[in-house]
């Protein structure tokens, strides 16, 4: 297509206008040319020269670490290796193997559109989003950036926004009980009858973590108030009062355990035997399913304990900051984000509705038979 200019005469005398004349292409059709696509920015990766790491500086992946749980730090050194791996091109697999303090701006800032291409959820980005700023932080109270600007610039990415279905179930009452009588029905063993139904009513009353029910040990409950000592997220202590129900259920796992201080949740054999052994997370998680198996029950999770817990309170009309209190929690939103009864008054809402195949049936009961 090429173009050109005419003159013509203006309707006053001794004028002229300038027009602008498109002057077709051999075969008369336009070229159409794309003004809006613009290139995608690329992922940049560490290069091979600032992939090499000093063995003498200290290690921010693993001071950072330290700073966890011991649930946190599994959870976030999944993530660092993951970063390690996506920032080195897939050239380093461990996070104390990747030099941090060699990111930049130009790296960190195209990190979560990278990996929503690759396939990550936008919740699980901003976790690692999270492990991403924090061990940038530690690469930094520890000397390994030069310039502030350069760790400001690089640790300065922002979360993606995002919302999501909430996730796990709220058992029913008639479910818990269902699971407390799996336990106790379970004669041959008394001794882990008696440690499963104090560890499920448990962390029914108290909306424990399951890593905080593993962190337990027998001087954390204290008899002579009726309260349990927690250790939670950021090595932070939280009292919680416990019930009647949950009092009589733990001194029964006590009269089997004994008295001896060390973890309150131990090791049972098949044989009956109380080992003086802390269980694991993933116990638990085999406790809770093996019971669940036995009392017919819909497949549930240890943190759905946890939300039902939290949303009985807050239906029991529980103040959302005493909740927050006994949760664990920092923010009173972290909370609310637990509490399902709006999922309840979603499903009421739907059974209020009348149903049109329900007069379709009506009809066709009425229509005589041929």
Not at 27 to 55: A, G, H, V, W, Y
Not at 216 to 224: G, M, T
Not at 302 to 328: F, K, N, Q, Y
Request: contains cysteine.
């Amino acid at each position: 297509m090429r173009t050109g200019l005419s003159l013509m005469k203006s309707a006053f005398p001794n004028q002229f206008q300038i027009k602008f004349v498109i002057i077709p292409s051999e075969n008369n059709i336009p070229k159409r040319i794309n003004m809006t696509s613009t290139p995608k920015p690329t992922f940049l990766p560490l290069s091979e020269e600032q992939m090499q790491l000093d063995p003498t500086l200290p290690l921010p992946s693993q001071a950072y670490l330290n700073t966890l749980s011991a649930s946190g730090r599994r959870t976030q050194a999944t993530a660092l290796n993951n970063l390690a791996y996506i920032f080195s091109d897939s050239k380093i697999q461990t996070a104390e193997n990747f030099p941090w303090h060699h990111l930049r701006y130009e790296h960190t800032s195209q990190l979560s559109s990278h990996m929503v291409d690759i396939g990550y959820a936008k919740a699980t980005v901003n976790k690692h989003l999270v492990a991403l700023r924090r061990v940038l932080e530690e690469a930094y109270r520890l000397g390994l950036y030069q310039e502030h600007n350069d760790y400001y610039r690089a640790a300065g990415v922002k979360s993606l926004r995002h919302e999501t279905i909430l996730r796990g179930r709220v058992l029913e009452h008639d479910e818990l009980r269902k699971l407390l009588e799996s336990c106790l029905a379970d004669e041959h063993n008394p001794a882990l009858k008696a440690r499963d139904a104090a560890l499920i009513t448990l962390m029914y009353v108290t909306g424990i973590r399951r890593q905080e029910v593993v962190d337990l040990n027998l001087s954390d409950f204290i008899a002579k108030e009726n309260k349990l000592r927690i250790l939670g997220k950021g090595s932070k202590q939280r009292e919680v009062f416990l019930s009647e129900d949950a009092i009589l259920t733990l001194e029964n796992w006590l009269a089997q355990r004994g008295r001896r201080l060390g973890p309150l949740f131990t090791r049972v054999t098949k044989g009956g035997k109380v080992k003086l052994e802390r269980l694991s997370a993933q116990a638990v998680y085999y406790v809770l399913k093996t019971r669940q198996k036995q009392a017919g029950l819909e497949s549930f999770t240890p943190h759905d304990l946890r939300r039902t817990t939290i949303t009985d309170l807050l239906t029991a009309e529980v103040d959302v900051l005493t909740v927050s209190a006994i949760a664990g929690h920092n923010s009173s939103d972290t909370t609310r984000r637990y509490d399902r009864r709006s999922e309840e008054s979603k499903r009421q809402a739907v059974e209020r509705l009348r149903s049109p195949l329900a007069d379709v049936k009506n009809d066709e009961d009425a229509s005589p038979s041929t």
